[in-house]
C-alpha cells in the first residue's frame, strides 16, 4: 500500500478480482469499452426520460423542457435505478464519521444535488447504514469518487480508490 497525499492506493495484493487501483489525480476515468447503460445508439433525438423527465438532445442528458415531438425513453440514471444496478458504492466509516453522521450525510446529499443539477446521471441510488458503516450507492462513478474526494478535502481520514473496468463499478471508501 503507498499513500498519495492521504489518499491510499492499494497495492494488487489487497484488491478484489477486477478491481485496480487509481493512480490519476485528475479523476477523469478513460473508459476502454463503452457502458451498457450509458448507450446511446438507437435515441433518435430529442428523446425525453419518461420517469425524471431530463432530455436527450445534442448527445447528452440534460434538464430542460422536451418538445413536443420528442421521443420517450428511460435514461441510463432511471434505468440503473430501477435495475438497482450502481456504477458507485461509497462506504463511510470510522469513529469521526460516527460520531458527526448527520452532518456528514447532509454534505454527501447537498453535493449529490448540486451535481444532478447539472447532470441528471448523477444520483444517488440508495443509502444503506448497518453497524456503524454506510453504503452509498450511485448511479455514476464519478459522482462516488467526487463525494469521497470532497469528504477526504474537508475532514482528512483515509480515501481509497479501485475501479473495475470491465464491470464499470467504482469502490470509494472513506474511513475516519
Not at 495484493?13 to 479523476?27: H, V, Y
Not at 428511460?74 to 450502481?86: G, T
Not at 456504477?87 to 469513529?95: I, V, W
Not at 469528504?151 to 473496468?165: E, P, R, S, T
Amino acid at each position: 500500500m503507498r499513500s498519495t497525499k492521504g489518499v491510499t492506493i492499494m497495492s494488487h495484493a489487497t484488491i478484489s478480482d477486477g478491481f485496480f487501483p487509481i493512480a490519476r489525480r485528475d479523476g477523469i476515468f478513460k473508459e476502454r469499452v463503452p457502458d451498457a447503460y450509458k448507450s446511446q445508439v438507437n435515441l433518435s433525438e430529442p428523446t425525453v426520460c419518461s420517469q425524471c423527465g431530463a432530455v436527450f438532445n445534442q448527445g447528452h442528458w440534460q434538464w430542460g423542457q422536451a418538445p413536443e415531438n420528442a421521443h420517450e425513453a428511460i435514461c441510463p440514471a432511471c434505468h440503473r435505478i430501477h435495475d438497482h444496478y450502481p456504477a458507485g458504492f461509497l462506504t463511510l466509516k470510522g469513529e469521526f464519521f460516527r460520531a458527526h453522521r448527520e452532518e456528514i450525510m447532509r454534505f454527501v446529499r447537498n453535493h449529490e444535488k448540486h451535481q444532478r443539477a447539472e447532470h441528471p446521471l448523477k444520483r444517488i441510488i440508495a443509502v444503506e447504514q448497518k453497524n456503524g458503516t454506510t453504503l452509498v450507492t450511485t448511479t455514476s462513478i464519478h459522482l462516488a469518487r467526487g463525494i469521497g474526494e470532497l469528504l477526504h478535502h474537508a475532514y482528512q481520514g483515509v480515501l481509497k480508490l479501485h475501479f473495475n473496468a470491465e464491470q464499470k463499478l467504482l469502490r470509494v471508501n472513506w474511513t475516519h
